[in-house]
């Protein structure tokens, strides 16, 4: 295990298995009735999360989002306070009233998403100037999808970003689709990162369900980055499991292709095997220790009291008279 990036392989394969398992309780948990809210899974999107999970530094910020949420758990969030968070309760780290898009948490350099698509450009853009202001090599990274780029925010935030040679760097999640809509049905691009050459921002495309080629564009876009030549783009193309409202609509082979072929874990499975990094039985059991570590999460998580719904009012701007009726 001379290689570095056998390493790196690695960590992006524990990291990938954490997302999923996580994941998967917050799926089954959802649908049994257990997590209010709406359900966006970062199912298929592992890679993603974790390969900007790969890159951060403790003193970066980072924004997630609808759908990289389990980028929070990877960058350091205690995973039994998350899903407490999902599920409602007093000990979730917003205290219940963040959930899935809201949730934040500053000691890990986490800021809250939007439920409005692409707005988090603008927010990070300015968390961004901040950090240089400050006169750090702290960076900003956000995770935005393909749905983002039709929006005003996409293209305001990378004109300045790239004016002022802001600190951030731009991860775009491309599955294909935004609800049902397919990105070649509304973008003038179906290949997201062309836009950042209006920008004069440095971009590529890479295949987002290759952990290890995630990594490596998103820790060049974050040197970049750092090194204070401005922001950078990253166009992550993969596929996401969860239909997202719609039912699915995607075709059975499709389907099967994203889910059982090309899948982010399978892949990185394979390369590991592959390059002799570990064995069938040593990926077993870490597969088993990690099903093991989340469900004692969720078990905190269910015992935990549900969160008190007199701090609702809690934290909003001062000065707010809240009607009771
Ligand atoms: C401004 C705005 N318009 C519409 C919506 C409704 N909406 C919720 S999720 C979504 C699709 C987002 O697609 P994408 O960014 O590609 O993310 P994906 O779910 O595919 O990961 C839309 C349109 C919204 N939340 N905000
Ligand atoms: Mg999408």
Redesign the pocket.
């Known amino acids: 295990m001379n290689n570095p990036q056998s390493h790196i392989l690695l960590d992006l394969y524990g990291k990938m298995l954490l997302a999923r398992s996580f994941e998967f309780t917050h799926e089954r948990e959802f649908r049994k009735g257990n997590l209010p809210g709406s359900l966006?899974t970062a199912l298929g999107?592992e890679a993603v999360v974790a390969a900007v999970a790969q890159c951060l530094r403790k003193t970066d910020k980072f924004f997630c989002?609808?759908?990289s949420s389990s980028l929070h758990l990877l960058a350091g969030m205690p995973g039994e306070r998350f899903l407490a968070e999902l599920a409602g309760k007093e000990t979730g780290v917003c205290r219940g009233r963040g959930g899935m898009i809201h949730s934040v948490d500053p000691s890990i350099g986490s800021f809250a998403g939007s439920?409005?698509?692409?707005?988090i450009l603008v927010v990070s853009l300015g968390v961004a100037m901040g950090l240089k202001m400050d006169r750090t090599d702290n960076i900003t990274v956000v995770i935005?999808?393909?749905?983002?780029s039709g929006?005003g925010e996409w293209h305001e935030c990378m004109n300045l970003a790239s004016t002022w040679k802001a600190p951030l760097v731009i991860c775009c999640?491309?599955?294909?689709?935004?609800?049902s809509t397919p990105?070649a049905a509304a973008h003038a691009t179906a290949d997201l990162y062309e836009y950042a050459a209006a920008y004069r921002m440095p971009a590529v495309q890479v295949d987002g369900n290759d952990a290890l080629a995630s990594y490596n564009a998103v820790r060049d876009a974050v040197a970049h980055a750092r090194s204070g030549n401005g922001p950078a783009f990253v166009e992550l193309k993969t596929w996401?499991w969860?239909p997202?409202?719609s039912g699915e609509m995607r075709s059975p082979e499709e389907v099967h292709y994203w889910r059982e072929v090309h899948e982010p874990l399978r892949l990185a499975r394979q390369a590991i095997l592959a390059e002799g990094l570990a064995d069938e039985a040593q990926l077993d059991a870490l597969h088993a220790a990690t099903d093991a570590q989340v469900a004692e999460w969720w078990r905190f998580a269910q015992e935990s009291p549900l969160a008190d719904p007199s701090i609702v009012t809690a934290n909003v701007y001062a000065g707010w008279e809240v009607e009771t009726r």
Do not use: L, M, T
Request: with cysteine; charged share 20%; net charge neutral.
């Open positions: 966006h999107h989002d609808q759908r439920s409005v698509i692409g707005q935005v999808g393909d749905g983002a929006r999640a491309n599955n294909g689709y935004a609800i990105v996401r969860d997202c409202f």
